[in-house]
């Protein structure tokens, strides 16, 4: 099951790791200051995911890359419009001379629209990119697919759905049948949709649907990072289409309900309607994220109050 840690404390900017249970692979939501990520756990890190470059999202970036350089790994950089010009300016802003150009490899994903994802390398020394293709889809490996919507923060601000890959459990006290790898042969059918795929089980031949009784679909766990957006009906639309019956999200609550008049003002959302919105989702559970700075510990439980009152209704 995927699993999340918060890596900044109360005042500090946002940065969350997401992990792959019993795996090495790990993922990063935002690259705010973080004084809880270790340097093996950036080492660690096979994809970054920016929200937005606002300073509180973006800051630590170069505190990122440091601990990667050397490694001779690809790292997939994931953002809005234009990421890949403000990933080039800070890595361009350093002298790499001792680097040799199979230090590292960044792979940018630059998020134009649902349907149009640009693709770009880029490599020490020089750090030139190179446009590579444009694909309809952001993200996937052998663990995740990662969907996304692109929501108005009076810029473009990416959220996130990180869903793991379903996975086909064989019932084996269903049948009398010896055990083999015809398992493995219907497993992959199943998965394919093959179902006239002829699967033979000790010396007879059946076809793959006969034997799809013996199996089961187990749907991937769903897990969101909802960072900065205006609490508006177009935004609510899409956050909606994505994280519908997710099982948990993270999401920006920035303003106490009584602060909500500044919410409006800078394109955030506030306790009450980040909980409303998770209830509307459906999603089994919430928690409220990145705070204004301004907010005292007792603010943060006001916040949370009133956040988890309209998420439970």
Known sequence: MLQ?????????DISILIKVANSGKHYLCDCGEASLLTVKEIQTVSAVFISHTHIDHFANFDGIFRHQIGSGEKVVICGPKNIH?????????????LID??????????????EEINVYTIRPPHWNLELVKTQNFLFEDEYVNVDFAILDHKTDSIAYLFKEKDTVTFHENASDFKKGKWISELKTAFESNDADKEIEIEGILYKASELFH?????EGY??????DHAVDEINYQKIKSVFINADLVYIETFYKDTDQEFAKINYHSFASASGKIMNDCKVKQAVPIHFSRRYTED??????????KAFRN
């Open 299 to 308: 603010d943060q439980q006001e916040i949370e109050t009133a956040f988890y």
């Open 4 to 12: 999340a840690e918060i890596k900044s404390l109360l005042k500090e």
């Open 85 to 97: 010009h403000q990933v080039e300016a800070r890595l361009k802003s350093y002298t790499w001379n």
């Open 222 to 227: 769903k897990l969101g990072v909802i960072m």
């Open 101 to 114: 150009e199979k230090a590292i490899e960044y792979e940018i994903r630059e998020i134009v629209s649902k």
């Open 214 to 218: 013996l199996l089961s679909r187990n």
